[in-house]
Structure formats: structure tokens, C-alpha cells
């Protein structure tokens, strides 16, 4: 873990830690010696600051390329592992990068609705999460993210029990096919919110 991603990671745990009333489940869930494609929804600005506070191991995010316009924050965003993706395009450029990741036995981090989702269903999602998955044979780590961020009230954090699509393994899917697992997940973790619905 490199020092700038641990101090990142350190002061985001503390700062959640000291204003929010802070709730984590399913953490004994995840094997350190494991790489994952780890993926979340996405409810607020502050959800990568939250994952990347909470995750006890080091993952490499996905991100819009927008927040690369500009030098300064994208020499930091490079720096602490953050790479882009064009949202409105088949980025072949970022799903090799993806691809690669996993190959090197490193964790991949998504937020798969790629924009923020003010409603209680999942946005529509493409292939990426089933298919770098199951590419790659990495079992898919799914995180609930469960706030309103207001201060001093409940942030809760569920990592689900990750699942391995190994039936799917070295088979030819439809980009359909995909998606219907993509989407699959994303509904368990739609699931698991109870502070969001009920505000």
C-alpha cells in the first residue's frame, strides 16, 4: 500500500469515524490474501471517500474522466491508483487497464450506476462488473453504502459475502448475459439499505 493511499485511507476512516455514527457489517467477510472486483452504489460525492476509508485492502477505482480535467487533481488521483473512464463511450483503454488489474492480482473498485442515484432502485448498469469478473475468475465483492450523510447521524457500510461466478467461467456470455448478472447485483445491494429508504 503505497504511503499516500494509506494516509488517504487513514484520514478518511477517522474523519467518518469522528462525525457520523459509523456502522460496518460483513467486514470479517473479506480474505485479505483475496483481490476482488469490488463494487458499489453510489448515493453521494463522499461514497469513494467512505469505501477507500473503510476497505482493509488497497484497490485500484475506476473514475469518470471528467475528474481528470484538471493537472493537479489528476496527478493526485494517478498517484493514489485512480484511473478514467469515459462513461459515454466503450472504453477500451480503461476495460484493458480493468482487465490488467485483476490479471496482476490486484482488487478493482467500481461504482457501476458511474453517476450518483437519488432513488431506492439501482441505475441502469452496463456489462464491466459480471464481465471483468468472470474474465478474470475474481470473485465480486458488493458493498452497500447506507447514508444520508448528515452529520452525527447513521453512516452504515455492508460488505456482502463475495460471490464467485464460476459457473459461468471460461463460457462465451452475450453482453445480455452480462448485464443480467451486473444487474443482479447491483439489486442485492439495493437490498441491503434501511437508513436511505426510510429518510
Not at 39 to 55: K, R, S, T
Request: net charge positive.
Amino acid at each position: 500500500m503505497n504511503w499516500l493511499y494509506k494516509t488517504c485511507r487513514k484520514g478518511a476512516y477517522i474523519y467518518y469515524k469522528l462525525f457520523f455514527k459509523l456502522e460496518v457489517e460483513g467486514i470479517e467477510n473479506i480474505d485479505l490474501n483475496q483481490h476482488y472486483v469490488i463494487c458499489a452504489n453510489h448515493l453521494n460525492i463522499q461514497d469513494p471517500f467512505v469505501l477507500g476509508g473503510l476497505l482493509p485492502l488497497e484497490a485500484r477505482f475506476m473514475a469518470k474522466k471528467e475528474l481528470f480535467k484538471y493537472r493537479i487533481v489528476a496527478a493526485f488521483l494517478r498517484k493514489i491508483g485512480v484511473f478514467p473512464v469515459d462513461r459515454d463511450a466503450n472504453d477500451l483503454r480503461a476495460i484493458k487497464t480493468a482487465l490488467g488489474i485483476l490479471k496482476a492480482n490486484q482488487s478493482l473498485g467500481l461504482f457501476p450506476e458511474g453517476t450518483r442515484n437519488k432513488g431506492y432502485e439501482p441505475l441502469p448498469v452496463k456489462s464491466g462488473i459480471a464481465m471483468f469478473a468472470i474474465r478474470t475468475k475474481t470473485p465480486v465483492l458488493a458493498v452497500t453504502i447506507d447514508s444520508h450523510y448528515k452529520f452525527r447521524k447513521p453512516l452504515r457500510v455492508v460488505f456482502h459475502k463475495p460471490v464467485e461466478y464460476s459457473a459461468y467461467y471460461d463460457q462465451k456470455l452475450e453482453p445480455e448475459q452480462y448485464e443480467a448478472i451486473s444487474y443482479e447485483i447491483m439489486n442485492n445491494i439495493y437490498s441491503q439499505l434501511k437508513y436511505y429508504k426510510h429518510n
